[in-house]
C-alpha cells in the first residue's frame, strides 16, 4: 500500500525545549508552568479531553497569542519568529483541514504550496505522499466525499507535502474504525521508526501511543504530570538495569563513573545504562570495590503501560482515559 521510496529520511535533527509555558484563553490557564525538552523521537502526548494537548501543540506552532514562558522549537523562539521552525513541521490539525470542493491531489499541493513550495515540485510531491498514505487512487477525487479514514490520511499527506523533519499530529486517530485505526497508527509507526521523522502524536488513547512511541508527555489539566521515555531498542548499544542497595552511595555512582558508566539516581533506585558488551557484571564489580550490598539488580523492561502509571503514580487516571 505504502511507497517507500517517495518519503525521504529527513536530516536534520533539532530539539524542541518549552520552559514554564503558561496560556489562558480567558481567566483560567489551559497550559499551567509546561516544562519539557524533547530530541528528536516518537512522543506520545497522552491526556484526557480537554486537558490542553491541542492548545499545546498550538503553542510549538507559534500560534498562540499571549502565552508566557520560553518555547523553543529547533532554535526558533516560537513566541517571537516561529517561521523558520514551522515550515520543518508537518501539522495534522484533529479538526478541519478538508477544503470543499477540491481534489485530495490538488488539496495537497495547494498546501504545499502555501509553504512555500514552487508550483511543480508542489504538485509532483503531492501524488508522491499520496501514494505513500495510500489514496493513489483516490487522489483526483473530491476530498469532501472522502470517507473519516480517507481523510486522516489525506490530513497526513499534507503534514508531510513540505518534507518536514518533524510531525505534530492532533488525535490521527479520531473517528477511525478498528481497521483504520491500525493502518494508520502503522504509517506514523514507519514515520517515527523507520523513516526518523520527529512525531508529537496527541491522543487521549494510551493504546495509540504504545505501539508508535519511545516517550510519553502525560498531561493533565493543563499540568504536565511528568514526562519519561521508554526503552524500545532492545538491540540499543546500551542495556538499563534498575539497581537498589545499602551503603556508600557516592563510592558507589563515582566507582561507576570512573568504569565510564553514568548511574542515575531516581528517589531509592539507580537507573544504570550499561554497554551491551559489557553487562551487569561491571554493576557488581562497582558494588564489591566499593562495599554497597545490592538488593536488586534487574533489567529494566518498562511498558508504555508501566511507564504512564509511573508518571502519572495516580491511579484515578486510567488507560480507560486510553479507552482501552
Ligand atoms: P485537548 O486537546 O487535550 O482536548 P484543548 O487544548 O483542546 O484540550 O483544550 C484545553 C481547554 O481549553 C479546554 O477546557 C477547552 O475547552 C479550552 N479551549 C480550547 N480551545 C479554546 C478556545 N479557542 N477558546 C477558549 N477555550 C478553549
Known amino acids: 500500500m505504502t511507497n517507500d521510496t517517495a518519503i525521504a529520511s529527513p536530516t536534520a535533527a533539532g530539539s524542541i525545549e518549552v520552559r514554564d509555558l503558561t496560556f489562558a484563553y480567558g481567566r483560567d490557564p489551559v ?8 530530541d ?43 517561521h523558520a521552525a514551522r515550515k520543518r513541521i508537518g501539522w495534522m490539525p484533529e479538526r478541519g483541514g478538508i477544503l470543499p470542493d477540491m481534489s485530495g491531489v490538488g488539496m495537497v499541493a495547494y498546501l504545499g504550496e502555501l509553504s512555500g513550495m514552487p508550483t511543480t515540485d508542489a504538485l509532483q510531491r503531492s501524488h508522491e505522499v499520496l501514494n505513500y498514505v495510500g489514496l493513489a487512487d483516490e487522489r483526483y477525487r473530491k476530498a469532501d466525499t472522502y470517507s473519516q479514514g480517507m481523510r486522516q490520511r489525506l490530513k497526513l499527506a499534507q503534514a508531510l507535502v513540505h518534507d518536514p523533519d518533524w510531525l505534530f499530529l492532533d488525535e490521527p486517530t479520531s473517528g477511525l474504525d478498528p481497521s483504520g485505526r491500525v493502518s494508520l497508527l502503522e504509517l506514523v509507526r514507519d514515520l517515527a521508526r523507520a523513516k526518523g521523522f520527529g512525531v508529537i502524536l496527541s491522543t487521549h488513547l494510551l493504546a495509540d501511543v504504545r505501539e508508535v512511541c519511545e516517550e510519553i508527555l502525560v498531561l493533565r489539566k493543563g499540568v504536565l504530570l511528568d514526562h519519561g521515555r521508554v526503552e524500545i531498542d532492545t538491540n540499543g548499544e546500551h542495556e538499563v538495569f534498575i539497581v537498589e542497595g545499602f551503603g556508600d552511595e557516592t563510592a558507589f555512582a ?46 529494566k523492561t518498562e511498558t508504555l503501560e508501566d511507564l504512564f502509571f509511573r508518571l502519572v503514580d495516580d491511579r484515578s487516571v486510567t488507560p480507560d482515559e486510553g479507552g482501552e
Open 31 to 38: 497550559l499551567k508552568d509546561v516544562t519539557f525538552k524533547l
Open 254 to 299: 563515582d566507582q561507576l563513573a570512573a568504569a565510564g558508566i553514568p548511574a542515575e539516581r531516581q528517589e531509592r533506585l539507580w537507573e544504570i545504562a550499561v554497554p551491551r558488551d559489557v553487562g551487569a557484571h561491571r554493576i557488581l564489580e562497582a558494588a564489591a570495590a566499593t562495599d554497597y550490598a545490592l538488593r536488586r539488580l534487574e533489567a
Open 40 to 82: 528528536k523521537c516518537a512522543i506520545g502526548l497522552l491526556g484526557p479531553n480537554g486537558s490542553g494537548k491541542t492548545t499545546l501543540l498550538r503553542a510549538l506552532l507559534g500560534h498562540l497569542k499571549g502565552a508566557s514562558g520560553n518555547i523553543d522549537v529547533l532554535g526558533c523562539d516560537m513566541t517571537v519568529k516561529p
